[in-house]
């Protein structure tokens, strides 16, 4: 690159080689400026699927404000059986593929629930994010309203191997709440592999189910059989839904919140269409047909 820059300064040099050389030059240095951020020491993971999409646009546009690689791993709703589905339909928007540095689909799925479809969106978009030491990773329906105080989750977290948006308990069962979290590379890659033993093939899922729980308790799960450090944020959501703003150590610190859930639960049980965060939310995906209608 240093060749072309003195290139460039040739007063001999056409106008058409001079624009050429330019051109590549410019090109390198989009590139190169795209790329250092794969060398940090950091990538960001958002979690989505066509329910979120309504979310998504702005979910991305807050989290791309961290200046980290950001990857979105995408649960697949083309069933094969269903031919008349659409790009439009399906898809996200064309403006949040202008803003990710990274886009994982895996392959339709035939069963319902969230607990193997987020266990594969994870564990695809883990091993394509391995090369970084830490992965901050999200539900694809949240944003940070203060992005520029997340060094202070990292300072918070210290040298724990993961750090999550809360940590509760249910009847005794310990539950990690997946909304939000950062981990080192290492431990939740050992989290998913033990997430894995319990739950497949067929046969392990039958044998663990009850003594496992859902997905937030075999997050809690991992962490304590595998011995991991934790930190526990000092004030927990509102619930695992992270269902109300204002409340919650993430939140006071970066914004944290899950507009998806808030969403739905103002459609449920809100008073005041006030209270619904509209101004995150493309509703060009929403249909409002009466009040409680979910996504």
């Known amino acids: 690159m240093t060749v072309t820059r003195a290139l460039l300064k040739n007063k001999k040099l056409s106008k058409k080689d001079r624009e050429y050389l330019k051109y590549v030059l410019d090109g390198y240095e989009q590139c190169d400026k795209w790329a250092v951020n794969a060398l940090k020491p950091l990538g960001v993971l958002l979690t989505a699927h066509p329910n979120t999409r309504p979310f998504l646009t702005e979910s991305v546009e807050s989290h791309k404000k961290l200046g980290y690689w950001l990857a979105v791993v995408y649960d697949n709703y083309w069933n094969p059986d269903q031919r008349d589905?659409?790009?439009?339909?399906?898809?996200?928007k064309r403006e949040?593929?202008?803003?990710?540095?990274?886009?994982?689909?895996?392959?339709?799925?035939?069963?319902?629930?969230?607990?193997?479809?987020?266990?594969?969106?994870?564990?695809?978009?883990?091993?394509?994010?391995?090369?970084?030491?830490?992965?901050?990773?999200?539900?694809?329906?949240?944003?940070?309203?203060?992005?520029?105080?997340?060094?202070?989750?990292?300072?918070?977290?210290?040298?724990?191997?993961?750090?999550?948006?809360?940590?509760?308990?249910?009847?005794?069962?310990?539950?990690?709440?997946?909304?939000?979290?950062?981990a080192k590379t290492v431990a939740i890659n050992a989290m998913m592999k033990h997430f894995q033993d319990h739950l497949i093939p067929l046969d392990?899922?039958?044998?663990?189910?009850?003594?496992?729980?859902?997905?937030?308790?075999?997050?809690?799960k991992a962490i304590l059989d595998l011995g991991l450090k934790v930190t526990k944020p000092k004030e927990n959501p509102f619930n695992t839904q992270v269902r109300k703003p204002g409340i919650g150590t993430w939140y006071k610190t970066v914004g944290f919140r899950h507009i998806h859930g808030e969403y739905n639960y103002q459609m449920r049980y809100g008073k005041n269409e006030k209270e619904i965060p509209w101004k995150y939310i493309d509703q060009k995906y929403l249909k409002r047909k009466k009040l409680g209608e979910i996504i």
């Open 85 to 92: 589905s659409t790009y439009e339909i399906l898809m996200p």
């Open 204 to 220: 392990n899922y039958e044998k663990f189910a009850q003594s496992m729980g859902n997905t937030e308790a075999r997050f809690a």
């Open 96 to 182: 949040v593929f202008d803003k990710i540095d990274t886009f994982i689909i895996s392959k339709y799925q035939t069963w319902g629930g969230v607990l193997y479809p987020y266990f594969w969106c994870l564990k695809f978009g883990l091993q394509t994010m391995s090369n970084f030491e830490y992965v901050y990773c999200a539900n694809g329906d949240c944003i940070l309203e203060k992005p520029e105080n997340f060094d202070q989750l990292l300072d918070m977290m210290g040298d724990a191997d993961i750090f999550g948006v809360g940590w509760e308990e249910n009847n005794g069962r310990p539950l990690f709440n997946t909304t939000g979290f950062i």
